[in-house]
């Protein structure tokens, strides 16, 4: 690596919400950036002016900032290479698609989308790749003032040398194109616009980027925007094309199998850090083995030339236990601000802030996502149906255990977690010697009594919880079943 600065950047287009492998190459950005102790830059390709949104561009902000992927130069924050969204640039690219006009490398075309659909059907006739014919290469100068005369805007067209390109991916290794398979291809459009690939290199040289990791469906976009940087005379920049992320079904990642959007995972109860650890493993491996890490060792371990260059598999189940496992390990206080707005649907006022975090204390072990709580954590809030338990509590065993418990209840210190816990110890200890109930049959009756299911979280801490006049209530709707 030379002493030159890295400068990488993340350069979504706001046609959708930020995808999650557009998420990912944003990540590996970031991480070789701040490996060299480089600078990661935000612009927005809004080229497309007729797909693309003020509500998508506001997506990829927040999107990027939940992630923490926190740009050094971009449309927000400014910089000295600006503007930093595409459609604020426009006045920049004629001036250096007329450079490549007047040094040979580009001509104007003056042909019709129906002349182009002629040339596409004759190739496909003749089963041949398309390829432009180049019939307004040589046009002359009387020619070509004859036809804007006319009326008929020109694009601008790049002239490809044929020759072989060879460049060394940092991820794919040696590739090499026949640029004679490409054509000359629209650098400018007849209404003004440029190309994707042409505004790509404009910006990129302008903005002195030096890598450009993205994803391997851009490979085809490489040997074009290599010949332009070359016929501008610029540096070309390192080219790292990642694998893609495919579904478990192997096909391309769509809705229907789940959430794609990074907003979409959040909304569904995915923590940003662990989404971020996953997706850092969808073609990184860590060195120690070790999968569960954060940012700044990810960072610190991170190797471009050690990344795969195979496609990687969207594992759901992976992601999902992984989320369980940041969700377990999460301070509390922080846990509870993410999982409340998940809870709006109840009456969370009823309950203090320590007491809303000893419920979700109680509650977080077995979830895997947060939207989990609404189910998990309903009893507190609301009178169980006990449609599913009422077989349950219509036997003996159970009518016998909670008779006894409504009126020990009366005995609890209800403000003390070991009073509760050596209290129920002694009542499952009374039924298994008095009547030879088994502890768990004993627990079953209560649990379900008050929170309408068999298992769930610590009696003793549901039973501190609970508003003492709640409880009675509910033994109360038991008896009358």
Not at 104 to 117: H, I, R, T, V, W
Not at 332 to 346: C, E, G, K, R, V
Request: charged content about 30%; overall charge negative.
């Amino acid at each position: 690596m030379s002493d030159e600065k890295v400068r990488v950047r993340i350069a979504p287009s706001p046609s959708g919400n930020l995808h999650i492998g557009t998420a990912r190459t944003a990540l590996f950005n970031f991480l070789f950036a701040k490996k060299m102790g480089g600078e990661y830059v935000l612009r927005i390709e809004d080229t497309d002016l007729d797909r693309s949104s003020e509500e998508y561009k506001q997506n990829i902000f927040d999107s990027l900032k939940a992630l923490g992927l926190n740009w050094d130069e971009g449309p927000d924050v400014g910089g000295n290479y600006g503007p930093y969204k595409q459609s604020e640039r426009f006045d920049i690219y004629p001036k250096y698609a007329q450079m490549l006009i007047d040094k040979g490398y580009a001509y104007e075309c003056f042909c019709s989308n129906e002349d182009l659909d002629k040339e596409h059907e004759i190739a496909k006739e003749n089963k041949v790749p398309y390829k432009y014919s180049r019939k307004c290469l040589n046009l002359t100068e009387a020619e070509k003032a004859e036809l804007k005369a006319k009326g008929i805007k020109p694009s601008i067209r790049f002239k490809v040398d044929y020759k072989e390109l060879i460049f060394n991916d940092l991820v794919k290794g040696e590739l090499k194109f026949d640029t004679s398979l490409i054509g000359d291809f629209a650098i400018m459009k007849s209404n003004g616009t440029p190309t994707y690939n042409f505004a790509v290199v404009v910006d990129d040289m302008l903005m002195n980027i030096t890598h450009v990791i993205r994803g391997e469906d851009h490979i085809s976009n490489t040997p074009k925007q290599i010949l332009i940087y070359e016929a501008l005379g610029a540096k070309v920049p390192k080219f790292g094309h990642l694998g893609m992320i495919l579904a478990p079904d192997r096909s391309k990642l769509s809705k229907r199998h789940g959430a794609t959007a990074v907003s979409d995972f959040i909304k569904e109860g995915y923590l940003t850090d662990a989404l971020l650890n996953f997706v850092a493993l969808l073609g990184w491996a860590p060195s120690d083995g070790v999968e569960i890490k954060d940012v700044d060792a990810i960072a610190a371990d991170f190797r471009i030339n050690e990344l795969s260059s195979s496609n990687s598999i969207f594992e759901y189940e992976k992601l999902n236990w992984m989320n369980g496992q940041y969700i377990k390990k999460m301070d509390i206080s922080a846990l509870t601000d993410l999982a409340l707005p998940f809870l709006n649907m109840y009456d969370t006022n009823k309950y203090t802030r320590k007491q809303l975090e000893h419920i979700i204390e109680i509650t977080r072990e077995p979830i895997t996502l947060l939207k989990d709580l609404v189910f998990d954590t309903q009893y507190f809030f609301e009178t169980p149906n006990y449609d599913e338990v009422k077989e349950l509590l219509n036997s003996e065993l159970s009518k016998d255990v909670l008779e006894k418990f409504r009126q020990d209840i009366e005995n609890y210190n209800l403000d003390d977690y070991e009073d509760i816990h050596n209290k129920l110890a002694d009542f499952r200890t009374y039924f298994k010697e008095q009547k030879g109930y088994k502890p768990k049959e004993t627990m079953w009756a209560v649990r379900a009594a008050l929170t309408g299911r068999t298992k769930g979280a610590d009696m003793a801490a549901i039973i501190q919880l609970l508003p003492k006049e709640e409880i009675i209530n509910r033994l109360n709707i038991v008896k009358a079943l």
